[in-house]
């Protein structure tokens, strides 16, 4: 416990002791500190009174009461008026006093850990030169996820235990994101920095919930207001296509609006939990769920309701292309797509009897000074074409600075969907690991 601290001035600043500077465990008894402030012993029913006639003078410091018990009258008879240190009372205060049976005093206020905010207590404890104090961080069920700079690791366990100790009981597990990325499915692995071991998180989302396992899948609750956006798109008649569907924030709400979705990805973490996740949502009827490559799926499912169509109105209306560091460059696996069922589609309102183009919503970065125009140029350039005014971008949000993540979305052009391709031979080229890449600043 540090001393008792005594002013001869009105300027209290309440701050933590810094005696725990650059430690790298937590003693919670070290952010103990006593201020003494002048008081006034007050009856308890004249509360309302004092603080009427006194309020210039009171303490009045945030998240601090100007009334407290009397710790020396154990009846409660009496309450104790915090005053701004340094405060001098003139004649007529003091007669008021005396009138009312009051007494001038002063009060030791004793502030420990549990009274200091997390970012106070890590300022407190962080070197100065460590100017960014991580004090945020994504809450993914019972679980806050942090991303600690290079600087910051050092101190990463006294820096995960101050999280839990001030988040719980909602937080219960504190994770961080290490620098060693799964080779395959690209998601990256976590380390424990404080609390429960316990990686299986449960998050409800637009009155869906999903649960998985955060270590083994890609989930950011930073993307709720898009996935609620693009699923409002979406008629309740409407077959989707979403080729990287993780758990399924996409796939399960649109399903739930009454949309046939076709849900694949590569990783069987998210395969499982997105099956787990249709089940417990109760729309298991209206998701077919694939662990396939993400241009083996589109194929293979084009082929399978055209088989199934007949006269072609089955095919699917919408696609989601939820993978920002790569979905730009899957968008070739529709150059051709329908070459072979060019008979079932209408590229324009002339005919009311067949079904038109599908709608394409890739995701993608930009580090451009002009995101959307970048955005809609990475496409194109994939595509072989020029959309337009006829192609929508939609900013979804920044992931670093000068860095956003961005929405194209546009009809499939027939010029694309209807052209001669060798998809095979373009695909056999192109290594399974880039297939399978997930960003790692969408994790920011």
């Known amino acids: 416990m540090s001393g008792i601290e005594e002013y001869n001035n009105e300027n209290l600043i309440v701050t933590p002791p810094v005696t725990s500077r650059g430690c790298r465990t937590l003693n919670r008894e070290d952010f103990t500190k006593v201020f003494r402030l002048p008081a006034l012993r007050?009856?308890?029913?004249?509360?309302?009174l004092f603080m009427k006639s006194f309020r210039k003078l009171l303490l009045n410091r945030p998240r601090l009461r100007n009334i407290?018990?009397?710790?020396?009258?154990?009846?409660?008879?009496?309450?104790?008026?915090?005053?701004?240190?340094?405060?001098l009372l003139n004649e007529e205060e003091k007669e008021f006093i005396c009138t009312h049976n009051a007494d001038e005093t002063v009060h030791d206020l004793v502030l420990d850990y549990n009274f200091w905010t997390s970012e106070q207590v890590l300022r407190a404890i962080?070197?100065?030169?460590?100017?960014?104090?991580?004090?945020?961080?994504?809450?993914?069920?019972?679980?806050?996820?942090?991303?600690?700079?290079?600087?910051?690791?050092?101190?990463?366990?006294?820096?995960?235990?101050?999280?839990?100790?001030?988040?719980?009981?909602?937080?219960?597990?504190?994770?961080?994101?290490?620098?060693?990325?799964?080779?395959?499915?690209?998601?990256?692995?976590?380390?424990?920095?404080?609390?429960e071991d316990n990686m299986n998180a449960t998050v409800k989302e637009d009155g869906c919930i999903f649960e998985f396992d955060?270590?083994?899948?890609?989930?950011?609750?930073?993307?709720?207001?898009?996935?609620?956006?693009?699923v409002e798109i979406f008629s309740?008649?409407?077959?989707?296509?979403?080729?990287?569907?993780?758990?399924?924030?996409?796939?399960?709400?649109?399903?739930?609006?009454?949309?046939?979705?076709h849900a694949n990805d590569l990783n069987p973490s998210s395969y499982e939990a997105l099956v787990k996740n249709a089940k417990l949502n109760k729309v298991e009827k209206n998701i077919i769920a694939y662990n396939m490559d993400g241009k083996e799926f589109v194929r293979k499912m084009v082929e399978s309701l055209a088989d199934k169509s007949g006269s072609g109105n089955q095919m699917f209306n919408h696609v989601i292309m939820n993978l920002p560091a790569s979905a730009v460059q899957f968008l070739d696996v529709f150059k051709g797509l329908f070459i072979n069922f060019k008979?079932?589609?209408?590229?324009?309102?002339?005919?009311?009897?067949?079904?038109?183009?599908?709608?394409?919503h890739c995701y993608c970065f930009s580090k451009s000074e002009a995101p959307e125009q970048d955005a809609q140029s990475q496409a194109e350039v994939i595509l072989g074409v020029k959309m337009g005014?006829?192609?929508?971008?939609?900013?979804?949000?920044?992931?670093?600075?000068k860095k956003a993540m961005l929405c194209v979305s546009f009809r499939l052009p027939a010029s694309v969907a209807f052209c001669e391709h060798d998809q095979?031979?373009?695909?056999?080229?192109?290594?399974?690991?880039?297939?399978?890449?997930?960003?790692?600043d969408s994790k920011n």
């Open 42 to 48: 007050i009856d308890a029913k004249k509360c309302s």
């Open 68 to 87: 407290v018990p009397d710790p020396s009258n154990e009846n409660n008879s009496k309450k104790l008026v915090l005053l701004r240190p340094g405060v």
């Open 126 to 195: 962080l070197p100065p030169e460590i100017s960014e104090v991580p004090s945020a961080f994504e809450t993914i069920g019972h679980i806050a996820h942090v991303n600690l700079r290079e600087n910051q690791l050092e101190y990463k366990s006294v820096i995960g235990q101050v999280l839990l100790d001030k988040n719980s009981p909602q937080i219960k597990t504190v994770v961080n994101k290490t620098n060693t990325i799964d080779e395959t499915f690209r998601f990256f692995k976590m380390e424990l920095l404080a609390g």
């Open 214 to 230: 955060f270590s083994q899948v890609y989930w950011n609750s930073r993307l709720q207001t898009e996935h609620k956006r693009l």
């Open 236 to 261: 309740k008649t409407d077959i989707i296509c979403d080729m990287f569907a993780g758990v399924g924030p996409f796939a399960i709400p649109a399903a739930k609006k009454g949309c046939y979705v």
């Open 343 to 360: 008979d079932r589609f209408r590229v324009d309102d002339s005919s009311k009897s067949r079904v038109i183009l599908p709608m394409v």
């Open 389 to 401: 005014s006829d192609c929508k971008v939609h900013y979804v949000r920044d992931v670093a600075p």
């Open 424 to 440: 095979k031979q373009r695909d056999d080229s192109e290594p399974p690991s880039k297939q399978a890449k997930i960003e790692e």
